[in-house]
């Protein structure tokens, strides 16, 4: 009301249509102060979120005259697959000049044994530790969780020492081996909940029928729990394939799994810098993790959340 | 527990064999590698090895020169801007962008997708994608000024004194999504009455936040905490993949510097030592978790 009144002094003439308030329900309204501060908030932080994937597909689609030209936001002029191309089979770090596709089979080879390998070893101890519990057992699980906290670079230095004893330093087996070890912590966690979290009346009516360890590991509890290891092959698929400290550390360059290789290719400092192989290598390496992640959903969330959130 | 041992039974060591020896891989990894690994890393950063491991003591030498070190103590200063910025950012943002998905808003999924997308993608990737969207001759800086703010400065990158900014914006972006996640898995974790109660007592959303959700959430905050922590420790990939260090040794981390020195310099000595001093520095964020965490169930 005060508000038309200073209208009208302002003005000097009245605005004719003062027309009596609306009636009927009110309607609901979709676009209310609140909704647009909402809204615009995470559209604004979902823009800053995609900004860098996007520079990535445009730089990577670019020719070398026209990044030097034009601004990274804008997008390609004449779309060309030429970095692509390059970045995958003839990019060059140090003398092998074969691209990408090197450390991407590197990184396959050193990623599928891996992820067998350590989910089979935790999947078993998950479930000795939820059913089988024996002298210590909760101890050696203690201490194995506290130690997934350690940071690796202390334990770095005598793994290299027993690999090389063992004759497998700077092998793929031996970074296989690595990569085992250190899942082991965070996938036993996840199987010994999730096996501690089915009704144990199963358990002890396959044991009344004198089923043994292995019997009802293979027959009752594998396939009650789908579920739990596609959660736990996303999260190694995707911590394997995102490693670098141990491919660097434990593995000669012919063996360098993706990210190491990337990071050669970009960071080397002979030769002109050409940005657009550069980004398309980026996203090469970052294709497979992506995929895994736009695949899985859900359970990418709930296997992080796992993860992350002891039980 | 302690009772199971009865005479007459035959050998404790062979009672549950099997799941005994399905037990080995993670008896071995405990003793072997994480007990003693870090005990061997501990003892030998004692002594003065250079190019391999040898038992020559020295005592406290070691730590002395690296304190004494000008690229340790920048490494140090670095992870304490870092982690204390990183910390509290990715809290907030991470705590913001969950209240906010909490609305009962549209295109949940979406948005979620969207934030938590760059927790799939490794340290090394978002390094390299960051150093190129940073980059002063073509990326944001030179995209301000051909819009015509022509003295506009921002080049993190290049700049020693703003350089571990520019790692800690690649960092978020790349960590955010995680947190907004845990965070929001909290939020669903409130009783909807909490609400209710609040609203017919006529208390404003924020406060309610603020005052009843938060502290209600303690136990999601500090999971997070811990997490983002022992995290920061550890960054490596990233300044590896972004900075490499420079310019000159403006972004270095602990983390790198014990690899150098193990590595490349091959002065395994300055290594062992860094390295204990991180799991020390770890040491110090477990310890009263754990204590908080496993000491107060066995009280309850």
Known sequence: MPDAIALKTADGRASGKSVSGPSGPKPKRVISPRNIMLYGTLFVAAAYYLLPLYVMIVT?????????????????????????????????????????????????????????????????????????????????????????????????????????????????????????????????????????????????????????????????????????????????????????????????????????????????????????VNMAATILTGLVPLVVYFVSGRLFVRGIAAGAVKG | MTGQAKAGRPNQLLRNLNSKIASIPMILTALVIFLGGTAWTVVYSFTNSKLLPRLSFVGFDQYKRLWAAPRWIVSIENLAVYGVLSLIFSLVIGFVLAALMDQKIRFENTFR??????????????????????????????????????SFTFDP?????????????????????????????????????????????????????????IPMMR????????????????????????????????SEVPAKYVYDYMFQAQNLGQGFAASTMMLITVAIIIIPWAYLEFGGRKRA
């Open chain 2, 219 to 250: 136990p999601v905050f500090i999971t997070t905490l811990v997490i983002i922590a022992s995290g920061i420790v550890k960054v490596y990939d990233l300044v590896v993949a972004q900075t490499s260090g420079g310019p000159g040794i403006a």
């Open chain 2, 113 to 150: 997708t969207i934030f938590l997308y760059p927790f799939a993608l490794s340290f090394i990737v978002t390094g390299l994608v960051w150093q190129w969207v940073l980059n002063p001759e073509f990326g944001v800086q030179s995209v301000v000024r051909s819009l015509g703010w022509s």
């Open chain 2, 157 to 213: 990158l290049y700049t020693p004194e703003i350089v571990i900014y520019g790692i800690l914006i690649a960092a978020l972006w790349q960590g955010t999504g995680l947190v907004m996640c845990l965070m929001l898995a909290g939020l669903r974790g409130i009783d909807e009455d909490i609400w209710k109660a609040a609203r017919v007592d006529g208390i404003p959303m924020w406060k309610t936040y603020l005052f009843i959700v």
């Open chain 1, 60 to 276: 990577s689609l670019k020719g070398m005259p026209e990044i030097r030209l034009g601004n990274i936001f804008s997008p390609p002029v004449e779309i060309t697959f030429e970095p692509w191309v390059k970045a995958w089979a003839t990019a060059c770090t140090g003398l092998n000049c074969d691209g990408l596709s090197r450390g991407f089979w590197n990184s396959v080879r050193i990623t599928v044994p891996s992820v067998i390998g350590s989910i089979a070893i935790a999947s078993v101890n998950g479930y000795a530790l939820a059913n089988w519990r024996f002298k210590g057992s909760e101890l050696f699980f203690a201490i194995l969780v506290v130690g997934a906290f350690i940071p690796y670079q202390v334990m770095i230095y005598p793994i290299v020492i027993v690999l090389r004893e063992m004759g497998i330093y700077g092998t793929l087996t031996g970074l296989i081996i690595v990569h085992s070890i250190f899942g082991m912590p965070i996938l036993t966690l996840l199987f010994r909940n999730y096996f501690a979290s089915l009704p144990q009346e199963l358990f002890k009516a396959a044991r009344i029928d004198g089923a043994g360890f292995w019997q009802i590991f293979f027959k009752i509890m594998l396939p009650m729990s789908l579920p739990i290891f596609v959660v736990a092959m996303i999260l190694q698929v995707t911590g394997i394939w995102n490693d670098f400290l141990f491919g660097v550390v434990f593995t000669r360059p012919e063996y360098y799994p993706m990210t190491v290789q990337l990071n050669n290719i970009v960071n080397s400092v002979q030769g002109v810098k050409e940005y657009n």
